[in-house]
């Protein structure tokens, strides 16, 4: 087990579709426990694979209320087949997304399939906290971030700050000598 990097703004891979699995291996059961380390250290209530660079449908979860027994839960290709037309709205973080808090409306209930760890093909109907994470754990999925869902001055606000976050620490940004870069200028001239 080992508790793995996440993966924090502006990295492109947060935005890269995660593909489906396709067999239960030992590298994916060692993904899945590496998983739920890391979503429990950080601490965090999901994780989807792409957030610590692994491109695949995999979700961990668990809302378990502090000093509660653990109620792990495991989604793999997990897919919306409902959604209610009520909506409910709820203040969303992210751990790829540190200290950042906003209030986002989806669908208050979904219907999700999924596979278990066998494969085998699951349903469930959540509602509240479970149906927000799952669907801010399905866009992971899709790269979408619940930035996505803000109005974009708040949205352009994030991403500037988190830029500028990654630049001051050098990062792992290929263009990290200091020195403007073509693409996202620091700088206007004029
Ligand atoms: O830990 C998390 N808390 C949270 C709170 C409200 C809505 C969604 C979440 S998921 C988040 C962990 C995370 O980033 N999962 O992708
Ligand atoms: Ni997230």
Redesign the pocket.
Known sequence: MAIRDILILPDKRLRLVSEPVKTVDKPLRTLIDDMYET?YA???????AI?IGVPQRV?TMDLAKKDDPPEPRLFINPEIVWSSDDASV????????PEY?EE?ERPLTVKVRYLDIDLKPQEIEATD?LA??LQ??ID?LNGVL?IDHISKLKRDRVMKKFKKAAKLSGGDKPNSDGLSDDKEPSHHIG
Request: contains cysteine.
């Open positions: 979503m950080a601490p965090g209530i999901g994780l989807a957030q979700v709820y203040e969303e973080g992210c751990l790829s997304i808090y986002v906290l927000t994470c801010h754990e992971h619940f």
